[in-house]
């Protein structure tokens, strides 16, 4: 199983998205700071999340969501309430 997940950082509110096939994993390396594009973001957690079978779904959803302004508002207005304040 692979997923694709938004993280959101309590530091300064942004948003990160990526994917993987081990989410928990992932969030613990996020929050240790051994990954360099969120290193100074830390805490973060795991807003939203989606799975999908094949690493190819995953890879193009992400690659939808950061390339994307319509795909990604469209998520961010159903997800809202998970984003918090």
Do not use: P, W
Not at 39 to 49: E, G, P
């Amino acid at each position: 199983m692979f997923y694709v997940y938004i993280l959101k950082s309590k530091k300064d509110g942004d948003l990160y998205f990526g994917y993987t096939n081990n989410l928990e994993q992932r969030l613990k390396e996020h929050n240790s700071g051994l990954v360099r594009s969120t290193k100074s973001r830390i805490s973060l957690y795991c807003a939203y999340y989606e799975a999908y079978l094949s690493k190819g779904d995953a890879v193009k959803r992400e690659h939808n969501l950061k390339l994307r302004a319509k795909a990604l508002r469209q998520l961010l207005i159903r997800i809202q309430g998970s984003l918090g304040a």
